[in-house]
């Protein structure tokens, strides 16, 4: 091998080695690119996968949230719906809204207890006594009146007449319902010139009158303050037409409210010659007026709370032992 010969293999070996390395290079890069995409690519699943499962893990605590949200919003109604069960003063009310819930073992349905009364049912029940009083609120005699219930451990429905439920009625009625005795309604005025002018009963009077003496207790007692009961003033015996078609009876009906009259009565609103003059006389009105009704096992007892009933304070004592002593047990209507 010549010289030339010598440097034509060497440069061929250059080449070779230079094709070699740029081989090597090239592969190098792509390598890397490879692996750099590559994990790029790998990276970006990782991260994507860990997205979604935060996302999911997300929605899942929204639902979890949502869930807790729902529950304490369904607590809330529920505290609600007890809530709404409460006077404005924290008594627990019964269903009905007119007497505490402690009440409802003596709490009768009041269109029953007038069915039974006036023999459109037949009742073979135990004795029982409703006293009512109508016309209060009157400081200075309901209170006396609930003292003696108090006493005597009866409970009794008052009749309240809406005119009489100024700011100081508050306390009376607070404490009528917290010693367990049912709220009724007894018209707004107790006028029978505007609820039967001509003795013809005025059914929109009549509606306004029972609408304003519910809207007027609950103005004091609280929103869930309800009653489902209603005396006409006069007595529904007194007037005509109130049972027919679209009349009273019916509206107030569609207001939730029941009538209801009574068997019984201490005579201490009759004309003057014949109210009772002292505590025999009226409790002998309360006995003699119940065994004129066929229905005697069931006494609806009408007396009042109003002005001037110092006499039926002073008998209350002899009526509530008469009908205890005869075996009734004492009820409210609701
Ligand atoms: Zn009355």
């Not at 069960?85 to 003063?89: C, F, Q, Y």
């Not at 009905?96 to 073992?105: P, R």
């Given at each position: 091998m010549n010289n030339e010969e010598k440097i034509k293999v060497m440069k061929n070996r250059r080449k070779k080695r230079r094709r070699r390395e740029n081989f090597i290079i090239i592969t190098a890069v792509f390598l890397a690119l490879f692996v750099f995409l590559g994990g790029k690519y790998a990276l970006g699943v990782i991260y994507q996968n860990k997205k979604q499962t935060q996302n999911k893990e997300a929605k899942t605590g929204n639902s979890k949230e949502n869930t807790e949200t729902n529950t304490s919003e369904k607590q809330t109604e529920n505290s609600k719906e007890n809530a709404e069960?409460?006077?404005?003063?924290g008594l627990e009310l019964s269903e009905?809204?007119?007497?505490?819930?402690?009440?409802?073992?003596y709490a009768y349905d009041t269109a029953e207890i007038r069915d039974y009364i006036m023999s459109k049912k037949e009742y073979t029940g135990k004795k029982i006594v409703f006293l009512t009083f109508d016309?209060?609120?009157?400081?200075g005699i309901t209170d006396k009146v609930l003292n003696i219930l108090k006493e005597k451990q009866v409970p009794a429905t008052f009749f309240i007449?809406?005119?009489?439920?100024?700011?100081?009625a508050k306390p009376y009625l607070e404490r009528e319902l917290k010693e367990g005795h049912g709220i009724a309604i007894h018209s707004f005025s107790h006028d029978y010139n505007k609820l039967y002018p001509n003795r013809v009963p005025n059914v929109s009077v009549i509606k306004q009158e029972a609408e304003k003496t519910i809207s007027r207790l609950k103005e004091l007692l609280g929103e869930n303050f309800n009653t489902g009961v209603w005396r006409y003033p006069g007595g529904h015996?007194?007037?005509?037409?109130?049972?027919?078609?679209?009349n009273g009876d019916e509206v107030l009906k569609s207001l939730g409210l029941e009538w209801i009259d009574w068997?019984?009565?201490?005579?201490?609103?009759?004309?003057q010659k014949v109210r009772p003059t002292n505590k025999d006389e009226m409790l002998k009105y309360v006995k003699t007026s119940l065994s004129?009704?066929?229905?005697?096992?069931v006494a609806v007892v009408l007396m009042h709370d109003s002005q001037g009933k110092n006499l039926t304070v002073e008998t209350l004592p002899s009526i509530i032992d008469y009908f205890k002593s005869n075996g009734y047990e004492f009820g409210i209507l609701k």
């Open positions: 069960k409460k006077t404005s003063n009905s809204g007119s007497h505490i819930k402690a009440a409802d073992s016309d209060g609120v009157t400081p007449v809406g005119k009489t439920l100024n700011d100081q015996m007194s007037w005509k037409g109130l049972d027919t078609a679209g068997n019984s009565l201490s005579g201490d609103a009759e004309p004129y009704w066929k229905q005697q096992n």
